[in-house]
């Protein structure tokens, strides 16, 4: 894109010594955790969403419909605790992503990530720090929620089930990653970049098979919610954790999540690049 | 390291060259055509009123931003072939503080100082340093949001400072501050720039550019208007003259006659001023210059001072622009992202 030349031949050594190595990588993003812990450490409440949203949501659904919907599943309450805390734990991926996204508007907001750019390191350490950082925070949400969920009773019957789920969220919430970091990049305020993944998170949620067997739901929903990665991830961590047949919703997860990596992680990357 | 030698003859080598730097934001020409030769360790001003393509310069010689079209190097390094190496010489301070300000003032010159490669003694060490030395020292584990508007440009400064650049950017350093926090900020850039720092300095504000430049670039709409040492651009405007202090400030007005007598110096343009016991002469050539002073000499004046003084910034710009380098320019499309952090 740019015609700007340089007419001396001099300057053919344009690589030299400008490779940044992998350790120096590791330490860009090492110095850029400590900056987003430190955040943390400054303004706790920061973490309140993390500790908070398990804690509501599990109650929530518990109490106010567990009841009802678990006499759908053949059971009652019990039975709707097995069934929605494996949901519950899909949506942490999701949180994570909403994370980053924001704290990426953030920085471009700020003129700090002026400075970085104008430093000597790969722009994707501000990337991987907070991506880091922000899997920090869903593994203690995480916690908080398996903390909850086993004192409403739920029962874990497959720890490595369990892992598993936290590693499939992660991933799926990492391929999400890049749709707001899209939205971060490309939206004027960290408002904006929430409200946006608010609107477009909501009808996911509930149009899926998180909360609430899909069954009783009308046909065109039902089509919308057997196609919702959502309800696949839902499903297959409920499979995992609590038994059943988890390979399909696997496997459709993955190939969501490569997927959205495939067409949003270019148009991301893009957007950050030419951002000026 | 293959560099760019900037110094076929000699001379002092030039530590930022542009040539032809062309800008576009979609129909606005944010910089048309820019030269510009930055000496090394001399202060350049580049001086311009909104708009005029001060900050996209600075963008592009930082690597934020690619030219359309054109050259520039800096250190050497070219901005576009070249970015890497070139972000390992420079320092940029916005003329919005770009600090972290949720992070301490300590915290952010460390977290600069290791993203700079230094070991984290050297960082640690360096962040002391540079606090004390920009007197914050006892801010330093406060967070930043909680600095004045003086203390969070002195931290940008500070972490501008944290790779010993050679070159360094001050985009609009100091506005929007009050007239005292100016002066701290011109104190430690003064201070800087006695360090051997070359300095790129873009500013709104003549005092500012008479105060720390050397030398001046004149921008208006992205082009240049007009460049050279500063009193070569006040003396080539013209409008020299002579202020002349008697000992006695009662021979203020025998002065005043004697020199109209002279004929060359029309009274009406010779002014009085009471308040400072002195006269203001216009002067148009070093002929007149000598009459006058021979005049004063054969009356016996007693001359506390005389002294010869050159226009006001903003008098050279009205007369290159032909507009006032505050004003309004109706005509002119103030582009947006020109001073607007994006």
Redesign the interface.
């Known amino acids: 894109?740019?015609?700007?030349?340089?007419?001396?031949d001099?300057?053919?050594?344009?690589k030299?010594?400008?490779?940044?190595s992998p350790r120096?990588h590791v330490?860009?993003t090492?110095?850029?955790i400590?900056?987003n812990l430190?955040?943390i450490r400054?303004?706790p409440e920061s973490m309140f969403d993390a500790v908070l949203f398990p804690v509501i949501f599990t109650l929530l659904f518990v109490y106010v419909f567990g009841g009802s919907i678990g006499q759908s599943l053949g059971g009652g309450q019990e039975a709707y605790v097995q069934y929605v805390v494996p949901g519950l734990m899909a949506m942490m991926g999701m949180n994570m992503a909403q994370g980053v996204g924001t704290g990426f508007n953030q920085d471009?907001?700020?003129?700090?990530m002026?400075?970085?750019?104008?430093?000597?390191?790969g722009r994707g350490?501000v990337l991987f720090a907070k991506i880091a950082v922000e899997l920090m925070r869903m593994l203690f949400a995480t916690v908080v929620l398996m903390i909850v969920g086993v004192l409403v009773g739920f029962d874990i019957t497959n720890w490595a089930g369990l892992l598993a789920s936290v590693g499939l969220s992660a991933v799926f919430g990492s391929a999400l990653m890049w749709v707001f970091l899209t939205l971060g990049v490309i939206m004027k305020n960290a408002q904006s970049v929430q409200a946006m993944g608010f609107l477009v998170l909501m009808p996911l949620q509930f149009g899926s098979s998180i909360f609430a067997p899909t069954q009783s739901m009308p046909g065109w929903l039902q089509n919308f919610t057997d196609y919702n990665p959502l309800s696949s991830l839902a499903d297959a961590a409920r499979g995992l954790m609590v038994g059943g047949p988890a390979a399909h919703d696997v496997w459709m997860t993955l190939a969501w999540s490569a997927g959205l990596t495939a067409v949003m992680a270019p148009v991301a990357i893009h957007k950050f690049r030419t951002?000026? | 390291m293959t560099r760019i030698d900037n110094n076929p003859d000699g001379r002092a080598r030039s530590a930022v060259t542009v040539r032809g730097l062309v800008k576009h934001y979609g129909e606005t020409k944010a910089l048309d055509g820019v030269d510009l030769d930055v000496r090394e360790g001399t202060v350049m001003g580049v001086l311009g009123p909104n708009g005029a393509g001060k900050t996209t310069l600075v963008r592009i010689l930082s690597t934020l931003i690619q030219p359309d079209s054109g050259q520039a190097t800096v250190a050497g390094y070219d901005v576009v072939r070249q970015p890497r190496q070139l972000r390992r010489v420079i320092g940029l301070t916005g003329q919005y503080a770009s600090v972290d300000e949720k992070l301490p003032g300590w915290e952010n010159l460390y977290m600069i100082g290791r993203l700079l490669d230094l070991s984290r003694k050297e960082a640690r060490t360096r962040a002391d340093e540079l606090l004390e030395r920009f007197s914050l020292t006892e801010a330093a584990k406060r967070p930043a949001a909680t600095y004045s508007g003086g203390m969070r440009r002195r931290l940008d400064l500070a972490a501008s400072m944290m790779g010993r650049p050679t070159v360094l950017y001050l985009d609009e350093p100091t506005t929007g501050l009050d007239p005292r926090t100016r002066n701290e900020v011109w104190t430690e850039v003064k201070r800087m720039v006695g360090d051997g720092v070359t300095v790129l300095l873009t500013t709104q504000y003549m005092e500012e550019a008479e105060q720390l430049a050397s030398e001046l670039t004149v921008v208006d709409r992205g082009k240049v208007i007009a460049n050279g040492a500063i009193d070569d651009l006040k003396a080539k405007v013209g409008g020299r003259s002579l202020r002349i202090r008697p000992a006695d400030p009662l021979e203020l007005r025998p002065l005043a006659a004697a020199l109209d007598e002279l004929g060359i110096t029309g009274l009406a343009t010779t002014t009085v001023d009471t308040e400072t016991g002195t006269l203001l002469v216009p002067v148009l050539s070093d002929e007149q210059l000598t009459a006058i002073v021979g005049a004063v000499t054969a009356r016996g004046i007693t001359l506390a001072s005389i002294t010869t003084e050159l226009p006001s910034l903003d008098e050279v710009f009205l007369s290159l622009t032909g507009h006032r380098a505050s004003a309004p320019q109706d005509a002119v499309p103030t582009d947006a992202r020109e001073e607007v952090p994006v």
């Open positions: 894109m740019s015609a700007a030349t340089i007419t001396t001099a300057v053919k050594d344009v030299g010594d400008a490779r940044i120096a330490r860009h090492g110095a850029l400590r900056r430190l955040w400054q303004d471009f907001n700020t003129g700090v002026d400075r970085f750019r104008s430093l000597p390191i350490s951002k000026s």
